[in-house]
C-alpha cells in the first residue's frame, strides 16, 4: 500500500488522480472497490442463470440467438470484474464456487423467476437499463485506471441488451393480447424491484467511500432518478401502467407510493401501502430470492461435473 492518508487520496482523486495498482491506494480505498467490483463480478454472474430459463421460450430460432448471445456477454462481463478482483488479490475460485449463495452481493431482482420471453425481454429493458446507469457512471467517472478501461468493452454490450429490450417491449405493446398482458405482469414486480436496485436513498446514508474516492460520480437518488427518467416515459408511451408518472415541468419521475414497501415473493406482489425500514429492507435483500439456490447451482454444476469426471 501507499503511504497516502485517506483523505490525502481523496483530494488527488478529486483533482483527477488515476489509480493504476495497489501501490496507490491505501486500505479504505481498497476495500470500497473489492466491494465495487464484487457486486458488479455478481450482478453480472447471476444475471446469466436467470435469464437463461427464459431463453427456451424465445418465439424464433434468431431469438434464441440474440439471447443467448447476451448471456454469453454477461459472462464476459463477469470474467472482467473477477479478474481484477484477482489483482488486489481477492481468491476468484473462493468467489465462484465456495461461498455459500446467499453471500453473493447481486441486486435481489436477479433472485426472481425470469420464465418467459416477456418477462425476459422486460429484464433486458429494466435491469440493463440500470446496468447501464450504474456503470456508465462508474465508466465516466472511476478513479481506477483498469475498471476504466475495461468498461469499454462492457458499455457497448450493454447496450445491445438494453436495445434488445426496449424494442421487445415496443414489439409486444403493439401486438396487443397475450405478449403485452404478459409485459404488463412482469413491470407490475419487476418495475419496484429495479427502483430499489439503486439502493438506500442520499438523505439515508452516512458514508459514501465510492464517491469519496471517486469510484462512482453519482449518488444514489440521482442514478436512480436517471434511470426512472429513461423507463418511465417509454413505458407510458407505450401505455403501460406503472406505480410512477413522469412530470415534464420538473423534469423529474415521481413514485406513486413510499419507498421502501413490503414485497410478497410467493404472489410476485409489492404491498404499497405496508411500508418498511430500509434496515428490513436489507434483511430481506440478506436473505435472498427464492432462485438464489437454483442459479448459483447452475453456474458450478458444469465446472463440478468436469472436475468429477477428470478425477475418476
Given amino acids: 500500500m501507499g503511504q497516502l492518508t485517506d483523505e490525502e487520496l481523496q483530494r488527488k482523486v478529486q483533482e483527477g488522480f488515476i489509480v493504476e495498482s495497489e501501490a496507490d491506494m491505501t486500505a479504505t480505498y481498497k476495500k470500497a472497490l473489492i466491494t465495487q467490483l464484487t457486486v458488479q463480478g455478481d ?4 444475471s446469466a442463470p436467470a435469464y437463461f430459463t427464459a431463453t427456451r421460450d424465445a418465439p424464433t430460432a ?4 440474440s439471447a443467448t448471445a447476451i448471456i454469453q456477454d454477461e459472462l464476459g462481463h463477469a470474467n472482467i470484474a473477477y479478474r481484477l478482483l484477482e489483482d488486489l488479490g481477492v481468491d476468484r475460485h473462493w468467489l465462484l464456487y465456495e461461498r455459500e449463495p446467499a453471500k453473493f452481493k447481486h441486486p435481489y431482482g436477479f433472485d426472481q423467476p425470469i420464465d418467459n420471453w416477456a418477462a425476459l425481454v422486460t429484464a433486458h429493458a429494466l435491469y440493463d437499463r440500470a446496468g447501464i446507469t450504474l ?3 462508474v465508466h465516466r467517472n472511476t478513479s481506477y485506471g483498469p475498471l476504466k478501461r475495461g468498461l469499454v468493452k462492457v458499455s457497448l454490450e450493454e447496450n445491445f441488451h438494453l436495445r434488445h429490450g426496449e424494442v421487445w417491449l415496443r414489439r409486444l405493446a403493439e401486438s396487443g393480447g397475450a405478449g ?6 412482469t413491470l407490475d414486480w419487476m418495475f419496484p424491484m429495479g427502483v430499489e436496485w439503486f439502493g438506500m436513498p ?13 469510484l462512482k460520480g453519482m449518488t444514489n437518488d440521482q442514478l436512480r432518478q436517471t434511470w426512472l427518467k ?3 416515459p417509454l413505458c407510458e408511451e ?3 401502467d406503472l406505480p410512477a408518472y413522469y412530470d415534464q415541468g420538473a423534469d423529474q419521475v415521481e413514485l406513486e407510493y ?5 414485497y410478497d415473493p410467493e404472489e410476485r406482489r409489492w404491498l404499497f401501502d405496508e411500508t418498511l425500514t430500509w434496515k428490513q429492507v436489507f434483511e430481506r435483500w440478506k436473505g435472498r430470492g427464492p432462485m438464489n439456490e437454483v442459479y448459483v447451482d447452475s453456474l458450478r454444476r458444469s465446472r463440478f461435473s468436469v472436475e468429477k469426471l477428470l478425477s475418476t
Fill in 258 to 262: 413510499e419507498l421502501p414497501c413490503q
Fill in 230 to 232: 429513461a423507463v418511465v
Fill in 238 to 240: 407505450l401505455g403501460y
Fill in 202 to 214: 442520499d438523505d439515508k446514508k452516512h458514508h459514501n467511500a465510492q464517491l469519496d474516492f471517486r
Fill in 43 to 46: 450482478t453480472e454472474l447471476v
Fill in 180 to 185: 403485452r398482458e404478459a409485459v404488463q405482469a
Fill in 62 to 65: 434468431n431469438t434464441m440467438v
Fill in 135 to 137: 456503470l456508465s457512471d
